[in-house]
């Protein structure tokens, strides 16, 4: 949501040569799951974060999606 866009270019912003986890979850489902750690990747990347540098997770059970620093 454009609501959440903030937090990916805070969390893009912090990065300096770090990993960032963008992780997706699917309500019952893997497709979607990875649809959305998909669409999140898709906004760091927009945000200037490297491809090379976003770590993707998915998760059948649960809802929604995060980001994490990994270092």
Known sequence: PAAQQSVIQGVAAQRQDGFIRAVGFGDGSMALALARARR????????????????????????????????
């Open 40 to 71: 999140i990747a898709d906004a760091l990347t927009a945000a200037g974060v490297p491809a090379d540098k976003i770590k993707l997770d998915a998760f059948a059970a649960g809802s929604g999606g995060f980001v994490q620093l990994v270092y």
